[in-house]
């Protein structure tokens, strides 16, 4: 049964680089036709897509986020890796990593919280 | 680009059928599969719906999803209604540079 857990720490200084590691468990991270996505949600808000990465490391951004993100992904530790630059309080979320497409099959998410 | 919009909230009676809209901004909706999740507060989305129409396992058949090119629009409808069915709903979908796209959320009544 596939499993997604993301780590990384919650609290991040204002100004600084967020970042968060997927580890993916009961499946291979390298199969075909498969992306890896991360995915956050502000406190009482709606879902936003960050971006996304394919095993042999293709990207996709969404494009409000394109210029301080960066998608890795790591295939013999069977994880992917989201950073993001430059945070303010506006990237306080709970951060999920999920498998697509066409469902995504969700981590259990975390929360990161930007102090100032 | 490519938006996905819901309305913000719907409400209904226990029993009763409600439907959720979701429109595209541009394109044909049909060209790319639309999901449908379930979020109760401080719970993971759950998939209802996922390719237009099809239920996962242990789904109730109350919920079902369809699609309208005329009006350009995905619907997750939901029928005897019950209690346990109050939550925020979510349709999401591709756009055609395979970006991942979320209506903003229809926040699902049942009083």
């Known amino acids: 049964q596939l499993q997604l857990q993301e780590s990384g720490p919650g609290l991040v200084k204002h100004s600084e680089t967020l970042s968060l590691t997927c580890t993916v468990s009961g499946g291979s991270i390298s199969i075909i036709h498969y992306y890896w996505g991360w995915i956050r949600q502000p406190p009482g808000k709606g879902l936003e897509w960050i971006g996304s990465i394919y095993y042999s490391g293709t990207t996709y951004y969404n494009p409000s986020l394109k210029s301080r993100v960066t998608i890795s992904v790591d295939t013999s530790k069977n994880q992917f890796s989201l950073k993001l630059r430059s945070v303010t309080a506006a990237d306080t979320a709970v951060y999920y990593c999920?498998?697509?497409?066409?469902?995504?099959?969700w981590g259990q998410g975390t929360l990161v919280t930007v102090s100032s | 680009n490519f938006m996905l919009t819901q309305p913000h909230s719907v409400s209904e009676s226990p029993g009763k059928t409600v439907t959720i809209s979701c429109t595209g901004s541009s394109g044909s909706i049909a060209s790319n599969f639309v999901q449908w999740y379930q979020q109760r507060p401080g719970s993971v989305p759950t998939t209802v719906i996922f390719e237009d129409n099809q239920r996962p396992s242990g789904v109730p058949d109350r919920f079902s999803g369809s699609i309208d090119s005329s009006s350009n629009s995905a619907s997750l409808t939901i029928s005897g209604l019950k209690t346990e069915d109050e939550a925020d709903y979510y349709c999401q979908s591709y756009d055609s540079n395979n970006h991942v796209v979320f209506g903003g959320g229809t926040k699902l009544t049942v009083l």
């Open positions: 999920a498998r697509h497409p066409p469902q995504l099959h």
